[in-house]
C-alpha cells in the first residue's frame, strides 16, 4: 500500500501520530531544522498549538543540551516555555492527560532554563510544578505513557542535586523531591511501551545511566548499540556509545565505536572535535600510536571550537598528546587542571583518568 493510501484510509488521530513520530524521528536523526519544520506543519492542525510548541521547544533545548552556545536567544526559548504554561490553569480545570502534558512541558523547560542561568529558586518551583503536573495527567489517563518520560526525568534530577541543594531540601518548599523508584522504572516503561517516545526514552535512560548510574551501565550500552545502528547518521549517538564503552575501560570496543561514527556519520566538525578527544584517551589506554595530525589538531583546539561541558575532557587530551611528546611537566600541568575542576560526571570517570595520568608517565610510543 503507497503512502498516499494509507493517508487516505488513516484517521486524523493517526495522521497526527505519525506527523508527531516524524517530528521525533528527525530529532533523533540529529535533523533539527526538519524537526522544527514538521511542528510548524504539526501546529497548522486544529487545536495542535500548544502540542507543536511543545515538540518544537524540546527539539531547541536538545540541540541547547549539546553546546549552551547552539543558541543566542535563550529569551526566545524562555518566552515559549512561558507560552506552555500559559495552558496550565485551564488545564487544571479540564483536567485533560493532555492538556496537563503540555502544561508540565513548559514548566519542565522553565526549570532547565532557569538551572542554566542560575536561578535555583526559579528551576526548583517550575520543577515541582512540572512534577504536579505530570502526575496529574498520569492519574487522569494511566493509559499515557509517554508522560513518563518527563516524570521520570524530573524524579531522577531531584533524587541527584548537588550536595548543597540537598541540605538546604528540607527548608525550601520549592526545591522538588526526587523518587529513585519512579525515576528509570518509568522511563523503562515509556521503552517497554513502544510508542513514539520510545526511542527518546532509550536515549534519555541512557544518558541519565552514565550520569549517575553505572550498576545500569550494561542496560545504557544496549539502548546505545539499538539508536546507532537505527539512526546511524547521529553522531551524538555514536559519542555517547564511545564515552559508554570508554566508562567500562572497553577500550577495543570504544575503538570500534569511534570507526563506526567515522564511516556512517557526517563529517560534522562539532562533533569531530569530540572524536578525536575520544581518539586520544583510545591510543592512551590501547598504547597505539597517534598520528601527528591529531596530536596537532588537539594542541591546537580552542575554546570556542569546544562544546562548553568538554572543555574538561579537551585539557585532559591535551595532556596526553604532550605526554606523548615527552613533555612531561607540561602534561602533568594539564592533569592537574583537571583535578582542580573536580568535575564529577559519570562517577568521577574524568577526575580518575587525570589522577592515573599524574602518577603514571606513559610510555613513549612512536608517532606516525
Known sequence: MGTSAIAESASPDALLLELEARILSARLQGDYPAAIELTQRLAAEPGQE??????ALDTRLTE???DMRATSDVTDLIN???????TCKPAKKSRSAEALFVCGRGHFARSYLSAMQGNLFKAGSHGSEAIDAFEASLAADPDKIAVKLPLGMAYFYADHL???????APLMWFIPTG????????IRDVINGNGVYADAARFILSDLIMQQSPEHMQEAMQALDFLADRYPMNP????ARIAGYAYQEAWPQASSAL????KEAPEDPRFMVIGDIWEVYIARYLEAELSNTLQRDILALTPAELPTWAEDWHTLAAGIVLDYQGKRDLATARYQNVVDQNNDYA????????????TKPLIKVRSR
Open 50 to 55: 500548544s502540542l507543536a510548541l511543545a515538540l
Open 64 to 66: 541547547l543540551s549539546w
Open 80 to 86: 515559549m516555555a512561558e507560552t506552555l504554561i500559559t
Open 162 to 168: 548537588p550536595p548543597f541543594v540537598k541540605l538546604i
Open 179 to 186: 523518587n529513585s523508584s519512579k525515576s528509570l522504572p518509568y
Open 236 to 239: 551524538r549517538l555514536h559519542l
Open 259 to 262: 570507526n563506526a561514527m567515522k
Open 347 to 358: 562517577s568521577g570517570w574524568l577526575q580518575e583518568l587525570a589522577e592515573q595520568g599524574l
